[in-house]
């Protein structure tokens, strides 16, 4: 698959070849920093690899490069800007990561990361650290070839991706001056099933909620009070099942109005992307695929569907062994995925009164909002986003496909929204890379070719003198 | 209320006026002994509880005290056989208690017992180490009066009533040879709301379970996966409502079965209770009280019907914020109250099938049965049963009620089906008592007053040589 076009350009070629070592080394560097942006215990480690990136960019050449302080985890920023008639792409990606838990079924240690089989094995190998690492090494590449690159470029680097991006949107907002831009090139999100090179066009939104039931002030005895009260436990359980009907539609009035109806062309689309259900199962481990809602197909609801979800449930006993109580109160973690044009805000006013109305009697419930995202969507037919399309043919030797993706980037739409430009998701990541699980990997190739990728199409963008107009985008 | 009738004997009067003081420094001795069943870095306590009891029964004048090693916590018995006329009656109380947690609900340290509002508050004030030493004081009172008791006893205090009395009854069984007696009293019930005297006629019996539903074998990010899997946490809720129909009515099939349909003169007894329902649903602080089914009051659902309850559940992210997860799995314990003449071990395996039957696609759900324990239902015209009445009457100065619990007590049943014998359920612990909660008290009104109604029943059993004969028990 791998064709690693660089006949262009044969000093690159070279430069990869003779780096080769070094640069795993120090992609092995970056993955050992302990950056979980959830955990306060690891605040210092978060400056420390801000401070690692920066040092990195200022050795390569990159300008500017700062760790930007914010109420949370700093903001790393560099840019390159002397190419005058070329456009100018933002890069982001994260170097925070998810949480390590459940610690027990790691095989090794999550921040001691180390090659088998072809993958960098580790906490933030794929998600994110592993494709913000690819961007330094191609600016790297070029810059040591070339002494220059064939377009501006802004980095943005965030340091809380994995905990909702509290402070990016303000980081934006108040440095909106020094983000002018044509496009914005985001490294998030990766291949298809197969692993087969994509660009994901779109995102699905968020609602979290969390769901409190509760009865008496404390536990009751079972035997004294079973008969007699509502058991939270039990009324939490109905109300989620209220939910959802039975076929996996969600119930929540109003739930669907301002979802925008797939068109005939995105199904038609979607329904010739190569798919083995069989793989995919076995892939995920379970004893059988459940497609969320009638009338659509598994990839249909695994992307341009909405979702609902229990992301978490407790209440009462849950140790070993016996205890008959009937619980003083019962949670559960609510989500729902978003697709365009629904609104969070405005569905967890509709979800809210909808749990209150289905609650069963003789408890208090309360729905707290947790967080909202928007949906996104980006057009495949954009100039960027072609030229990426034809990096990966260039590069790994196939046409990619153009995937929905399930997930959600807080903060992708706000590029669009807050700074007016449009998005391109080029992602490297094999879909087995256990991102947010244990055991994340990177498969090299997907490293290695990738960085080319980049190079490549930094290169095509940089003949783009008139980018700015095609896109639609702003400098201002 | 107190007239506590000692007319009969004036020097039992003077040995607990003169006593008072001792035997509150005792009762709070026997508290601070945190001997707490289920957990076993309390074993050593255990110990000390029961020597320290049988340390107490040799000093009163009781014979053959023993700690009785079994597999699990000790039986203490001993036992006072010089009234060749009278009856023999076995006395059953647990010197074990309940855990703590939560701990941070407790006003004040569970095992640093002390008087308030003339109440004893501390861990097992009321259940049962409390009602345990009113049988010690009852017995010491009448051997330092007379030099001898009315009647024989044997005391039988367990260990383990409150982790599942798993060694009692192969303790029972072993030990057949010297329990021979005419009936058995059990002093580990309470009085009716108001604190009206009180003897319990029925308990009900026990089904626990845990269900677990299992998905994937690690949690899936919701994103990508969202909308292509089954989640075990809705799964586990549909299943859980799907137990009980919206009226509260069990849904599993043949779940009623073996159900004794109340007679019209239990309900109409049931409904001459004094019972005051606002009153009640302030002292439990639910937002309104719900009978378990439809067509019975609030006192029926919550004595002589069945029940279902979850009693705890879990799965998936339960921390702060929010994680964006599948859970891999989720568990339930959920338990039935039963009552005659219900099977718990036949009702499991209904209980099992339905819920496989109800369990929707793409996830395994596993059901086990943590144990069962079989309803009671005693005769309160039994010439035991209506001495207890009248010695109440004597002692509290008003009739008393007889009620029904819902609550169980696993080796109730025991003494009947392996022993042979008749049970009377004599409790004095006031219904506000907090037992298996935080800040558990015993109205010291019905401590004092409670050992002289034992005295009264003893003196009182003492005269009924012909009791075998009327009981229908066995001396075997």
């Known amino acids: 698959m791998i064709t690693t076009d660089t006949s262009a350009d044969a000093a690159l070629k070279a430069f990869f070849d003779r780096t080769a070592d070094a640069r795993l ?9 302990p950056s979980v942006s959830a955990l306060s215990e690891h605040a210092p480690d978060m400056v420390r690899a801000a401070r690692w990136i920066v040092a990195e960019l200022d050795r390569i050449g990159l300008e500017h490069a700062e760790v930007c302080e914010t109420a949370g985890h700093p903001v790393v920023y560099a840019d390159w800007l002397h ?23 790691w095989e090794t240690a999550p921040f001691d990361p180390f090659v088998r089989d072809g993958r960098m094995v580790g906490r933030g190998a794929a998600d994110d650290k592993g494709q913000l690492h690819m961007h330094l090494k191609a600016a790297e590449a070029l810059l040591a070839t070339r002494g220059k690159l ?12 994995e905990s909702t991006s509290a402070n990016l949107p303000g980081w934006l907002k108040s440095n909106r001056h ?12 990766g291949f298809f099933e197969g692993n087969i090179p994509a660009i994901t066009t779109s995102l699905r939104g968020m609602l979290y909620t969390q769901i409190d039931v509760v009865g008496a002030p404390v536990d009751l005895h079972s035997g004294s009070f079973g008969g007699t009260v509502q058991n939270p436990a039990n009324a939490l359980a109905r109300i989620i099942t209220e939910l959802k009907a039975a076929d996996g539609t969600v119930r929540v009035p109003g739930f669907y109005d301002d979802v925008v109806a797939p068109t005939a062309e995105e199904r038609y689309e979607i329904s010739c992307l190569p798919f083995d259900e069989a793989a995919y199962q076995e892939i995920v481990g379970v004893p059988a695929l459940v497609a969320g809602e009638p009338g659509y197909s598994l990839l249909e609801c695994g992307a341009i569907r909405p979702t609902l979800d229990v992301n978490g449930i407790w209440g009462g006993f849950t140790g070993e062994g016996s205890k008959t109580i009937i619980p003083a109160h019962a949670h559960a973690k609510v989500s729902c995925r978003l697709v365009p044009d629904q609104d969070g805000d405005k569905l967890y006013v ?19 909002n947790l967080g909202t995202a928007k949906a996104l969507r980006t057009d495949p037919a954009n100039p960027v986003s072609k030229a990426a399309a034809r990096a990966l043919k260039a590069t790994f030797g196939v046409d990619p496909v153009f995937i929905r993706s399930g997930g959600s980037i807080p903060v992708a739409p706000l590029f669009e929204s807050m700074l007016g430009l449009p998005v391109v998701m080029l992602g490297f990541t094999n879909p087995d890379d256990n991102a947010h699980a244990p055991n994340e990997t990177m498969v090299l190739l997907n490293y290695e070719t990738g960085l080319r990728t980049i190079c490549r199409l930094w290169d095509d963008l940089g003949t783009m003198s008139s980018l700015e107009a095609r896109m639609g985008g702003t400098t201002a």
């Open 150 to 161: 064939p377009l501006n470029l802004r980095f943005v680097f965030e340091g809380e991706e």
């Open 178 to 189: 020094r983000l002018a831009a044509d496009a914005v090139i985001i490294s998030d999100t």
């Open 25 to 33: 080394e120090s992609y092995l560097e970056l993955l050992r920093i």
């Open 83 to 105: 190419a005058p008639d070329a456009p100018t792409i933002l890069v982001y990606c994260h170097y925070d990561v998810q949480p390590v838990d459940p610690i027990d079924l």
């Open 350 to 368: 509709a979800f809210r009164d909808y749990v209150r109305s289905v609650a069963p009697k003789g408890v208090t419930v309360e729905v707290q």
